[in-house]
């Protein structure tokens, strides 16, 4: 028990024997006891080259290459004073209210370089949560909040004093090693030269607590903890939405320098459902289908905004229902990367309250990866075969099979239903109808 701790602690016939079970890190943000079922919303590694569930944002020189012996992806800036690199997984993992969300992440930082700063956690530019490595070598923990309408950083230095009065340093432990005391009880040193696994774990509701520790030794280390309840009069962050993300940045002059991303995952504890809204669309009208013709019929993407914010949501395609007038079809279900893959532009709002717009004039597409596929056969004695009849042809929930927006949200991944027409002589109208869900 000597690591699951908080300073709340007495030293009796067990050394620091814990008095405090709610800051056990042997219980989840909720206070329930740990146990071995978590569910996974997000897992990434690097096996066989870069996860293709991440995206990048480059700048000045900044790179990024898959080291194969290591497992990891390197982030590398150049000596360009604003050289940086962003590797951010697509998936904004939703959160379920009353469920403690854990995310573990490993990485290494190697040596501090003078102007420039590297960091990891579960964050974007607006909000989350980070641990952060200056040019001076100065560890932080940090809490990004969207709350003023600017993002604003609350940093906490590991030994206090860095960043004004507010900061204090750790709260449970600094890490540093030596004797165990009420500065550092579990005795552990962190060598931030060395692979470390960062676990982090938050209640939200917008206004739980978030602790943030390290994974030592099949251990929990947990080293501070920021209190939202009885303690802001505000929400501590605007969205609990939020990607896995790596970035190391040059503030300055500097050589340049790297760090490595090597794996992450973020699950729900206490039991999830992946809630959303539900909607579907069809075709307005049918689309004629010439002799050996294929056409792109229906299309969906996200809106850049949605109820004015950057759409962080994530599609998920359900049924697809397809329908032929007169001959035999094929159908397939395509993730088109972004808008550029498709001719013929034309995109209307579902609703309002949806996240989605449909595109059913398109003409033309660059092949994208294939989701599922199916038949449907031609009308015989007057009667009209449809193939996807309900809850018949729904695609996997494997993480392959959402879209989501782009690093800026401004140009979304596409669900594409196009239809081959397999007679080589008739033409035929075929009709498309797709439903989705939104989650956020």
């Not at 012996?69 to 951010?88: E, G, M, P, Y």
């Not at 397809?322 to 088109?336: A, M, P, Q, R």
């Amino acid at each position: 028990m000597s690591y699951l701790l908080d300073r709340n602690v007495t030293q009796g016939t067990v050394p620091w024997e814990v008095t405090n079970f709610f800051n056990a890190v042997s219980v989840d943000a909720f206070a329930r006891q740990r146990v071995s079922e978590p569910h996974t919303l997000g897992d990434y590694k690097h096996l066989y080259g870069i996860d293709p569930n991440f995206i990048e944002n480059l700048s000045n020189g900044g790179t990024i290459a898959f080291q194969a012996n290591k497992a990891c992806a390197r982030l590398t800036t150049s000596s360009a004073s604003n050289s940086s690199v962003i590797h951010q997984s697509k998936f904004y993992h939703h959160y379920m209210p009353g469920k403690s969300q854990l995310i573990l992440s490993s990485f290494n930082y190697y040596t501090a370089t003078s102007n420039v700063r590297k960091r990891t956690g579960y964050f974007d530019d607006n909000n989350g949560i980070f641990f952060e490595q200056a040019g001076d070598g100065t560890l932080a923990i940090v809490l990004r909040s969207y709350v003023t309408g600017s993002p604003v950083d609350r940093k906490i230095s590991q030994f206090g004093g860095v960043y004004g009065a507010g900061d204090t340093g750790w709260n449970v432990d600094a890490c540093a090693g030596g004797a165990s005391n009420s500065l550092n009880p579990s005795g552990f040193t962190l060598d931030i030269t060395k692979t470390q696994l960062l676990m982090m774990d938050f209640q939200w509701l917008g206004v739980g607590r978030v602790r943030v520790g390290f994974a030592h030794n099949g251990e929990f280390v947990l080293a501070h903890t920021f209190n939202g309840s009885n303690d802001l009069d505000v929400v501590y962050m605007s969205n609990p939405n939020l990607p896995v993300r790596c970035e190391i940045t040059n503030t300055g002059t500097t050589t340049g320098a790297y760090m490595d991303q090597i794996c992450s995952s973020v699950m729900s504890e206490g039991g999830y459902i992946e809630a959303g809204q539900d909607w579907a669309v069809t075709n307005p009208t049918l689309r004629t289908l010439t002799a050996s013709q294929t056409l792109p019929i229906m299309a969906i993407r996200l809106k850049n905004t949605f109820k004015t914010y950057s759409n962080r949501m994530i599609v998920r395609a359900g049924n697809i229902n397809v329908f032929s007038s007169g001959t035999n079809i094929k159908w397939k279900l395509l993730k088109l990367p972004d808008d550029s893959q498709l001719t013929g532009n034309t995109w209307v709002d579902v609703d309002t309250d949806s996240g989605v717009q449909y595109n059913v004039t398109a003409t033309a597409y660059t092949d994208g990866d294939e989701i599922d596929n199916g038949w449907v056969g031609a009308s015989t004695q007057g009667s009209q075969k449809a193939g996807g009849a309900p809850s018949s042809n729904p695609p996997s929930t494997a993480k392959k099979n959402y879209i989501v927006q782009n690093y800026d949200s401004s140009n979304s991944e596409i669900y594409v239903v196009a239809i081959t027409n397999l007679d080589n002589a008739q033409s035929t109208e075929v009709g498309v109808g797709i439903q989705w869900r939104e989650i956020y």
